[in-house]
C-alpha cells in the first residue's frame, strides 16, 4: 500500500465517521486492500545482514578463544 491508498484510506475512515452504514462499507474496502508484497531486494539485504553479523560473531569468539589461550598458557 503505498502512501496515496493510504490517505485515501484515512479519508474513507474519517468521512465515515458516525454513520453505521458507513463504517461497515469502510470495513469491506479496507478488507479487500491488497496485501503488501515482500521486496527481493529487502529479503537479500536482510540475508547479507545475518551473514556479516555471523561473521563478526565468529570473530569475537575466535579472538576470545586466542587471548582466553594466551592468558593461560
Known sequence: MN??????????QAAGQG????????????????EP???LFAVCWLGIA???MMGWICAL?????RLANWALF
Not at 454513520?19 to 462499507?25: I, Y
Not at 469502510?26 to 486492500?33: D, E, F, R, V, Y
Open 3 to 12: 502512501f496515496r491508498e493510504q490517505c485515501e484510506t484515512n479519508e474513507e
Open 19 to 34: 454513520d453505521a452504514v458507513s463504517q461497515a462499507e469502510t470495513t469491506g474496502k479496507l478488507s479487500a486492500a491488497k
Open 37 to 39: 508484497r515482500t521486496s
Open 50 to 52: 545475518a551473514i556479516a
Open 61 to 65: 569468539g575466535w579472538l576470545a578463544w
